[in-house]
């Protein structure tokens, strides 16, 4: 197959960035979108010329790290993550235009490159059940029901990728956050510290500049892990019920 | 050099209580002025810097991705063993350790892996306790299964997530104390090299990948968790960025190299495709609970699998291993679908490939429950194929996956250089010749969890004074990963780094992968050297060494991965014995099993770095009080 | 509360009980002009009547028209905060997103278009109380206390009618995703519920823009004849 690539290229975080054209041939259907860029960069490499750069680790969809806009879609066309986006999706011949996630909260670092780090700054103001490491109780002490099990693993299989942000007109991270806020907040182990966490969350979240919600939907449409627009009604309410109760620890530990 | 384990004395069900009650404390005032470094944020290095900041030590943690969370852990599918019994089988400790043992073949210490044993079942507490969803019964109550190779459901499992969560579990603890300010992960930063003053190690030297700058870290100890070395064999299961240098690094400082040779090959991957693939994918071990294993009778077969019937069909592990059929270890497994293709019967474009089929079980089961229990595997094959499990057998082949090898650690986890601890597949400890599966993750969290942070304290304990980064030993580290940088860049030649690792993971996989022999071994070593030289005299790297730099850092890996390999194949040489994932072809029974030999090499091999480049082997023996040796069968 | 209002969450959920409170009154409004569909009466139009009631509600207990201006100062107050409150967290959000808009997925018509049919709504809603309200945009003849007539000779005009259908139209549009929307902002939408609470937003601003448009178009087609 072949395509025509227009991949952003920006030296670094306070240059200017421009799309720059690439022609591929010979690409195996099968190959997967970064395979295809790896390609890519090493004909460029054979000719000497400047490669790109793009973030992948684990390539199987688990790590979060590959972060590409393809054709305007974060991750591209099919809702799973930019590794796990394979070449026979496209048309033979296609113009293919690549970018980084775009967000403000997300600076280029270099061409399709992009800090996350805020997102790791939302967990810390609270994303987390605290406990120190030694002796528990038996798990079986606490039960979960099923449904309640089910909620929780469908939240926590959130992989901290960012398409979220990327995709959403605001800007906002309600998407992520949400879905660490249903996932402790479900658990029994996450219950002394509900009422703090959503807005504990939810102050880190506007601290980093993260834009609000007008439930536009499109964080669900390209989450790779699908995770449900409803993780965002659960933050609501728990930020609601949160905010009700004033408590002092809030915000402290950021 | 004796290589003093330093296991405590007693029984070996008090060993670790022994050595706890006897270790050396920093009280809790003197401990912010303490300062440790973790390279790696996997599920070791998350646990152990969650761990000892929760002590209220100050905790430096490395990771060269973006984010702590993205470590390598993060892809682990199929679940964690513990000694819990939950489903009352008559599970215990000693089973766990006897089976470890035993999948180890004989070449792992016994006092670890009893600790580690031991140990276990504490881990899923403290996983329960941060808010790690593992699956559970309709009752509410965790959810247990078997899992490759034990006859008892001990394995814990979150969906086929198990990694992922466990590691947001160690990696949210991770954050609670950044936002304690005790704890500070510096990611996309890689460390270059560990630094020694006056025999002990002080600090490390890391290269921050955003802006290239060389930075100098001081620590009273550095934990070194950086995980595997899968990636020499170029296709792994491993992540893109998983690499050597961190252990390598330490190596070439002085910490021993135990047993580079035993690797796993995981059998059920899904097979490589072509020349472009640039990572090979697991498909979790669980599968084997439901799917059968085989390949068509005939060579020249050409039809549908689905059309095969029954008498066509060769189940080779069913055949050859009747107690445990499809569910033998993986060492095991893996070189069975080797030689079954090696015989013309493998099946997909290349014949490099074998059926895994669902069709009994959905038929027995349902659809319905094997979507429950493998749903999201089965999406992920159909994602990456474009072939429907439910309909057509799986194909599977078996990809390096897991090294057992790692930087020699006593029972400590200190490595040969004071100061310098190894935890999690890092170091060589408890696998012996070949890791059961669910048992890494066990591991990794034993050690991070609840051993390193009790003997880094034990370690530090006795060291007095600090140390500046103005040190000679500092400047002089520096420099020379400076110069390293510069000539990397300099070599000024026309080839990237990937075709090099191409080059090298053929070699490996060829010579020194599922099975081995003295003379490939050799040739290898002589084709590594080669590949070494032409590497650094034509490589190409773009870019500049002060900026993001994909190709420094992917170059800078593979210089230490075409080390290693030779080292690889060294040990696989000296080794005279098929043990585990080391099948050695000179050393098999005549139905083409393993042959231990226990007279020789009940031992573990820990090599030196020397100046001349020669490395020098040192052997630990090993003892086996509470198992005694015997030949693994799985018949 | 200052916390509240300043975090985006809080921001948005004062948007919500905000329109959330305009929507009830504009439910009550529509049902309370259904009163004109009586038609003209015998010199004396039901929805004059209303209209009367309206003012006297309460008294003597209340002063007059208490009741009326108790309405005004809560919705006045509503559409202050829900106002502010979007321009507050659009601009919010601009800076968020940066210069690289995003493009639309699946987003709804009616959830991009929110801003625009807001301000139509604004304008409708001046345009409306100058003219019925303060009597102010006096083309037609238009008397106080005269809701009947006002009514029939305003909707003679084919002009009128269709700014009517329009900022009607505008309404329901931005109730479509509002409706939905303020549930959601309000922690009220739940897996179960969510078919019902999208399907309660469409037919919602359906019935309503109905209600509201069946005066105008009554008028214009002679369905309502000319008051007494
Ligand atoms: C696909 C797959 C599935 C698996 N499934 C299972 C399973 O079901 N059960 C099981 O028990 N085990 C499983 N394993 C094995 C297990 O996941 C790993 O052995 C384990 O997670 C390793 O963890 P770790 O903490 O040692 O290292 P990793 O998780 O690999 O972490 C390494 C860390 O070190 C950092 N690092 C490395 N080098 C440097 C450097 N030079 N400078 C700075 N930082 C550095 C990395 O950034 C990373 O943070 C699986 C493995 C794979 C690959
Ligand atoms: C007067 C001018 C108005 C403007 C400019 C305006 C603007 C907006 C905008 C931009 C939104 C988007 C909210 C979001 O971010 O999703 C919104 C939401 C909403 N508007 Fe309006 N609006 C106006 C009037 C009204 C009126 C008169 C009503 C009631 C009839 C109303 C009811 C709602 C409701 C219910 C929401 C949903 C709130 C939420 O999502 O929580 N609006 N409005
Ligand atoms: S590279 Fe890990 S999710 Fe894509």
Same mark, same amino acid.
């Given at each position: ?98 970018? *980084? ?5 997300? #600076?280029? /670092?270099?061409?399709? &490159?992009? @800090?996350?780090? $805020? ?19 038996? *798990? ?5 029901? #099923?449904? /309640?099990?089910?909620? &929780?693993? @469908?939240?926590? $299989? ?97 | ?635 | ?228």
């Amino acid at each position: 197959m072949r395509f025509t690539l227009e991949v952003w290229t920006q030296a670094s975080r306070d240059e200017e960035g421009h799309f720059e054209r690439y022609d591929v041939d010979g690409i195996d259907p099968d190959a997967s979108f970064l395979e295809m860029l790896d390609e890519l960069n090493a004909r460029l490499a054979a000719e000497g010329k400047r490669t790109i750069a793009f973030d992948s680790d684990c390539r199987e969809g688990i790590c979060g790290m590959c972060s590409l806009t393809i054709d305007g879609q974060p991750h591209g066309p099919n809702q799973v993550t930019t590794c796990q986006t394979f070449m026979r999706d496209f048309e033979d011949g296609a113009t293919i235009r690549v970018e *980084p996630f775009r967000s403000g909260a997300f #600076p280029v /670092v270099r061409d399709l &490159v992009t @800090d996350r780090s $805020a997102l790791d700054r939302i967990v810390q103001a609270g994303g987390y059940v605290t406990t120190k490491t030694g002796p528990k109780p038996d *798990p079986n002490a606490a039960p979960v029901p #099923p449904a /309640v099990q089910q909620k &929780v693993m @469908d939240a926590a $299989a959130c992989i901290g990728c960012g398409a979220c942000v990327a995709a959403c007109p605001n800007g906002a991270a309600m998407l992520f956050t949400g879905a660490k806020v249903t996932h402790f907040n479900l658990l029994p182990q996450g219950q002394p510290e509900r009422a703090s966490r959503a807005r504990s969350l939810v102050l880190a979240m506007d601290a980093e500049g993260f834009g609000g919600c007008t439930n536009y939907g499109e964080c669900a449409r390209v989450c790779p892990q699908e995770i449900p627009l409803d993780v965002i009604g659960m933050l609501n309410r728990e930020y609601r019920r949160g905010a009700r109760r004033e408590d002092d620890t809030v915000g402290t530990r950021t | 050099m004796i290589l003093d384990a330093k296991i405590p004395e007693g029984p070996i069900e008090e060993k670790w209580d022994a050595w706890l009650d006897a270790h050396r404390m920093i009280g809790p005032g003197n401990r912010p002025g303490r300062r440790v470094i973790v390279v790696g944020t996997g599920l070791a290095g998350a646990s152990a810097s969650a761990s000892l900041a929760a002590l209220g030590y100050r905790v430096d943690a490395f990771c060269f991705q973006d984010s702590a969370r993205r470590a390598h852990s993060i892809a682990a599918q199929g679940g964690i063993n513990a000694a819990k019994d939950y489903a009352s089988e008559g599970d215990s400790i000693r089973r766990l350790f006897v089976d470890t043992i035993k999948g180890g073949d004989f070449r792992a210490r016994e006092a670890n892996v009893w600790r580690l044993a031991q140990l276990s079942a504490n881990i899923i507490d403290q996983a329960v306790a941060q808010g790690v969803p593992f699956n559970r019964e309709y009752s509410g109550e965790l959810a247990t299964r078997s899992f490759g190779g034990v006859l008892v459901q001990r394995t814990f499992y979150a969906r086929g997530q198990t990694g992922q969560q466990l590691l947001l579990g160690a990696y949210s603890a991770l954050q609670a104390q950044v936002a304690a300010g005790r704890a500070h992960v510096h990611n996309r930063h890689e460390m270059l090299d560990v630094v020694i003053v006056d025999g002990r190690a002080r600090g490390i030297i890391a290269r921050n990948l955003v802006t290239g700058e060389i930075e100098r870290h001081v620590a009273d100890a550095v934990v070194l968790a950086s995980g595997g070395y899968s990636n020499v064999f170029y296709l792994s299961t491993n992540a893109m960025g998983s690499n050597v240098t961190a252990t390598w690094k330490a190596h070439k400082r002085g910490a021993l190299f135990a047993n580079p040779c035993f690797t796993q090959i995981h059998p059920t991957c899904i097979p490589q495709t072509g020349e472009y693939q640039s990572k090979l994918t697991l498909m979790s071990e669980s599968l084997r609970n439901d799917g059968r294993v085989w390949v068509p009778r005939d060579p020249n077969e050409t039809r549908d699998p689905n059309d095969i019937p029954e008498e066509d069909r060769y189940y080779f592990l069913e055949e050859r291993y009747p107690s445990f059929g499809n569910l033998v270890p993986r060492d095991i497994a893996s070189r069975a679908v080797k030689a079954v293709c090696d015989e013309g019967l493998g099946v997909g474009p290349v014949k490099r490939g074998v059926y895994l089929d669902f069709r009994d079980a959905i038929a027995r089961q349902g659809r319905e429950a094997i979507a429950a229990r493998y749903g999201n595997l089965f999406d992920m094959y159909r994602r990456i194929t474009a072939v429907d499990p439910y309909h057509e057998p799986m194909q599977i082949y078996p990809a390096p996956h897991y090294t057992m090898g790692g930087l020699w650690v006593d029972y400590e986890l200190q490595t040969t250089i004071p100061g310098l601890f190894a935890i999690g597949e890092a170091n060589f400890s408890d696998h012996g010749a070949n890791r059961l599966g669910a048992s890494a993750m066990m591991q990794c969290l034993a050690d991070g969890y609840f051993i390193v942070p009790r003997t880094v304290t034990n370690y530090m304990a006795t060291l007095d004074g600090s140390v500046s980064p103005d040190e000679p030993a500092f400047a002089q580290t520096e420099r020379e990963v400076v110069e390293r940088i510069e000539r990397l860049m300099g070599i000024g030649g026309r080839t990237a780094p990937q075709v090099f690792h191409r080059q090298l993971g053929q070699i490996m996989l060829d010579k020194c992968g599922m099975s081995r022999n003295a003379e490939g071994l050799q040739e290898a070593m002589r084709e590594i050297a080669a590949v070494r030289e032409a590497f650094w005299s034509d490589l190409f790297i773009d870019g500049r060494a002060d900026e993001l730099n994909p190709s420094l850092e992917y170059a800078g890996r593979l210089a230490d991965f075409l080390e290693l390999a030779e080292l690889m194949c060294l040990d696989a040489l000296r080794r005279e014995e098929s043990c585990g994932g080391h099948f050695r072809e000179e050393h098999q029974t005549e139905d083409g099993e393993a042959l231990r030999d226990d007279e020789h090499f009940a031992k573990v091999t820990a090599w030196a770095h020397t100046e001349d480049g020669r490395p020098v082997p040192h052997d630990e023996p090993l003892v086996f009080n509470e198992v005694a040796l015997a030949t693994r069968s799985y018949k | 509360m200052r916390e509240f209002w300043s975090s985006s969450i809080g921001k948005k959920i004062a948007v919500g009980i905000s329109g959330a409170i305009l929507v009830a009154y504009l439910v009550l409004h529509m049902v309370g002009n259904l009163n004109a569909l009586y038609g003209a009466g015998d010199g004396d139009a039901r929805v004059d009547d209303y209209a009367h009631w309206l003012r006297e509600f309460g008294e003597p207990l209340l002063p007059h028209a208490f009741v009326l201006w108790v309405v005004r100062v809560v919705l006045l107050c509503a559409l202050v905060v829900h106002v502010t409150g979007i321009v507050q967290l659009r601009r919010r959000a601009a800076a968020a997103r940066g210069p690289h808009k995003a493009k639309p997925i699946g987003r709804s018509l009616a959830s991009r278009t929110m801003v625009v049919t807001g301000v139509l709504v604004l304008a409708f809603v001046v345009f409306h109380i100058l003219q019925f309200t303060t009597l102010t945009i006096d083309v037609t003849p238009l008397r106080e206390g005269a809701v009947y007539a006002n009514l029939y000779w305003a909707f003679q005009k084919w002009y009128f009618v269709l700014i009517y259908v329009l900022g009607v139209c505008a309404i329901a549009f931005h109730l479509r995703h509002g409706i939905w929307s303020a549930a959601q902002t309000l922690g009220y939408v739940r897996p179960n519920r969510d078919r019902a609470i999208r399907s309660a937003a469409t037919w919602g601003s359906i019935v309503i823009a109905a209600g509201f448009l069946s005066i105008p178009v009554c008028f214009w087609t002679g369905v309502l004849g000319a008051p007494a």
